[in-house]
T-cell receptor, first 110, second 110 residues
């Protein structure tokens, strides 16, 4: 089944404790992206990648890192999480017009 | 700057028709997308317009007027399962980047 997977789905952590949210797609898509979604603000792009080893900042990259060492995986790294990074995070991939989204990761930073 | 406006919330009755509007002001235009998002779930693709006019897909239709920077999503024969948020997004350039509206929460009443 063609899909985008994310792990973990839910995470509660504390300020400053490094964490990684994994994202994997099995559709051989070149483009992958990370979004955060907060009430009233819609989807805001954090980072995106046009292909392996090619990444670029989106609208809200501060406090996040990404890597794209292989086509299928695009992990999101929070080196020192802070409470303002509490949000719902979505990974997405795309080849043509449609973006396919992962199920989301609900992150709470205390 | 880039701006996409949608109503925050709309209410409609089961079996009726509802129109959700989206206006945009962006530095470029290479297509407009509508996505549906049920609460706590990932967005899913509904429609794509790049030329002016109406695109029909079953109970859902989407209209675009590029000269007016305006689109609408028309939902007919509303069902309770249509209760969701509807996200409007614009592709500004010929890559995969999307600018997202904050979404319209549609509430369907019996």
């Amino acid at each position: 089944e063609a899909q985008v997977t994310q792990n973990p789905r839910y995470l509660i952590t504390v300020t400053g404790k490094k964490l990684t949210v994994t994202c994997s797609q099995n559709m051989n898509h070149e483009y992958m992206s990370w979004y955060r979604q907060d009430p009233g603000l819609g989807l805001r792009q954090i980072y995106y990648s046009m292909n392996v080893e090619v990444t670029d900042k989106g609208d809200v990259p501060e406090g996040y890192k990404v890597s794209r060492k292989e086509k299928r995986n695009f992990p999101l790294i929070l080196e020192s999480p802070s409470p303002n990074q509490t949000s719902l995070y979505f990974c997405a991939s795309s080849f043509g017009d449609e973006q396919f989204f992962g199920p989301g990761t609900r992150l709470t930073v205390l | 700057g880039q701006n996409i406006d949608q109503p925050t919330e709309m209410t409609a009755t089961e079996g009726a028709i509802v129109q959700i509007n989206c206006t945009y002001q962006t530095s470029g235009f290479n297509g407009l997308f509508w996505y549906q998002q049920h609460a706590g779930e990932a967005p899913t693709f509904l429609s794509y317009n790049v030329l002016d006019g109406l695109e029909e897909k079953g109970r859902f239709s989407s209209f675009l007027s590029r000269s007016k920077g305006y689109s609408y999503l028309l939902l007919k024969e509303l069902q309770m399962k249509d209760s969701a948020s509807y996200l409007c997004a614009v592709r500004v350039h010929s890559n995969y980047q999307l600018i997202w509206g904050a979404g319209t929460k549609l509430i369907i009443k019996p």
